[in-house]
């Protein structure tokens, strides 16, 4: 089955930028989807299609994707960007939705 | 006001079965498809399955192939899951969620509800 890799932290001080990287094997010939868990709270769609943004997510939080790496950023970092992060694919060969295991972004 | 409220969870003996429901309002339930996602307490997300607005497309992950079975009405607004077999791995909080089109064409989760705990002990 198809994997996905995410590095299980990243700190970040507030007012820089954060960087989550999400490994697979050519993920550039997949769409990826971004989410992000608030402890107690329901994942939220935060980047799709692994560059566009929902309306009402803000504009520092920005996707690309490229090769094996597809990779979540935000930039000038702020408290409430503190949660859990993961990425999400569909596996053609599997016919299944597959998320990585998920980064928690700490701010410092 | 989009929405998506589970039930149906609780504590239930390993080898039962369980039959888990989301009603969903604020859209058009039949233009949707809807999945199940659960987390076990403490750790990541596990897609279980999915379906389309007219139930011909239907996906499961391998952990609960040939144990679940999912299904909507789209006249009651409502999806359900029935889980049998019950095992303790099954022990997670499980969500439904949104999504457009068919399972297959990798459309994001855009709308989740907030879960229905399922715990499987003896």
């Known amino acids: 089955s198809y994997v996905l890799t995410q590095p299980p932290s990243v700190s970040v001080a507030p007012g820089q930028t954060a960087r989550i990287t999400c490994g697979g094997d050519n993920v550039e010939k997949k769409s990826v989807h971004w989410y992000q868990q608030k402890p107690g709270q329901a994942p939220v769609l935060v980047v799709y299609d692994d560059t566009d943004r929902p309306l009402g997510i803000p504009e520092r939080f920005s996707g690309s994707n490229s090769g094996n790496t597809a990779t979540l950023t935000i930039s000038r970092v702020e408290a409430g960007d503190e949660a859990d992060y993961y990425c999400q694919v569909w596996d053609t060969k599997t016919y299944q939705y597959v998320f990585a295991t998920g980064t928690k972004v700490t701010v410092l | 006001e989009v929405q998506l409220v589970e039930s149906g969870g609780g504590l239930v003996q390993p080898g039962r079965s369980l039959r888990l429901s989301c009603a969903v309002s604020?859209?058009?339930?039949?233009?949707?498809?809807i999945h199940w996602v659960r987390q076990v307490p403490g750790k990541g997300l596990e897609w279980v399955s999915g379906?389309?607005?007219?139930?011909?497309?239907?996906g499961y992950a391998d952990s609960v192939k040939g144990r679940c079975t999912i299904s909507r009405d789209n006249a009651k607004n409502s999806l359900y899951l029935q889980i049998n077999s019950l095992r303790p791995d099954d022990t997670a909080l499980y969500y439904c969620?949104?999504?457009?089109?068919?399972?297959?064409?990798?459309?994001?989760?855009?709308?989740w509800g907030q879960g229905t705990m399922v715990t499987v002990s003896s």
């Open positions: 969620a949104r999504s457009s089109g068919f399972i297959s064409t990798n459309k994001p989760f855009d709308f």
């Open positions: 379906i389309n607005w007219n139930s011909d497309d239907i």
């Open positions: 604020g859209f058009n339930f039949d233009d949707y498809a």
